[in-house]
């Protein structure tokens, strides 16, 4: 079935909340899996203009983290038995995923999908791009953050 999966991480806690899932369908199906992380430099344009070595060490710096989230991420998962390779792609992160997971031959890509409301439908989101557009099977994760409900205030007077 699935022997190569590719689970695009962004570092958030939501994002992540997909390995359990994966952690589980890789067990089940002996599958290798590959998390990713896509920077995201976008080109300035206007009048404000960074620097470039300043830019030059902002790069630096995401690859860096990047690779550490990756690699312990990664870490966690092998403690559970499973075969997992980390890597840090640059570029726009829909059109990546996608690049990487034809190139290199994966059979699905398993990510969380926030679901950040209107301002997604309009523009999409990168899960969204990924499913419409990947020449593989997509499992997307609906992670749905819930909030306690707030405590009605006593009124006036009432202990």
Not at 31 to 48: I, K, M, N, S, W
Not at 93 to 103: K, M, V
Not at 104 to 113: H, P, Q, S
Not at 122 to 138: C, D, M, R
């Amino acid at each position: 079935m699935f022997k190569k999966i590719l689970v695009p991480l962004d570092g958030s806690a939501l994002a992540g909340s997909i390995l359990p899932a994966v952690s589980d369908l890789a067990k089940c199906t002996n599958a290798e899996v590959t998390l990713v992380h896509v920077c995201y430099f976008p080109v300035t344009t206007g009048d404000v203009v960074a620097p470039p070595d300043m830019e030059a060490d902002t790069e630096r710096k995401a690859v860096k983290w990047c690779e550490t989230f990756l690699a312990e991420a990664a870490k966690e998962m092998q403690s559970h038995g499973l075969t997992v390779n980390h890597t840090c792609l640059e570029g726009v992160p829909a059109r990546e995923i996608i690049g990487y997971a034809d190139a290199k031959g994966f059979d699905l890509i398993a990510m969380a999908t926030h679901g950040r409301g209107e301002v997604a439908w309009v523009l999409g989101s990168t899960a969204e791009k990924v499913l419409s557009h990947a020449t593989v099977p997509t499992l997307l994760f609906r992670v749905v953050e819930t909030k306690p409900p707030l405590l009605k205030e006593a009124p006036v007077g009432v202990p």
